[in-house]
């Protein structure tokens, strides 16, 4: 298995634009994380699926934040409009039955 | 807040030496604490995890001792090598069916000196 793929690798957009990062999670995984990592705040989780449905969303920071699972194998963390408090690596985990997430290699955003 | 306090945040070991890595949690209903490896420009990956059901796993050169009474564990890295030269992530979540989202520490980067 190629493992959890995340795209893109990088993303440099400006304030205000809408930013689309995307996910691929392990074929069989049930559940599905989406995390941010800062310095500051470290790992904090935004939003969690289970067989394609939201479980938990109390992490995403405001209305600009949206994720979707529209299939057990693409999941899409969406920010509208960007601004550069949002500037992280955003990574994508999934699992089977919790145990044992798989991070793919993240997306690096910076909104300037 | 953050539910798993990691300490310290950052060590220097020689190799061959030991390194130490400390997490303490509040929350009684986890019972699913990994470990997790971070390189830089790679994402966190699974080192070991234990179960509140024993109180030492351990995983050729990695250990964890499990504290169930005091709330705590650590990880111990046994005769470090350059290349764990990364940065180390406790976690605790519940298990399934129960809400198991990982909770993790703030991390702690180990330098292991040649």
Redesign the interface.
Known sequence: DAGVIQSPRHEVTEMGQEVTLRCKPISGHDYLFWYRQTMMRGLELLIYFNNNVPIDDSGMPEDRFSAKMPNASFSTLKIQPSEPRDSAVYFCASSFRGVGYTFGSGTRLTVV | Q?QVKQSPQSLIVQKGGISIINCAYENTAFD?F?W?QQFP??????LI?IRPDVSEKKEGRFTISFNKSAKQFSLHIMDSQPGDSATY?CAA?G???N?????????TTVTVRA
């Open positions: 953050q699913y990994p997790y420009g790679k994402g966190p990956a699974l995890a992530f979540s298990v399934f069916p809400d198991y989202k990982l909770s993790f520490g703030a991390g």
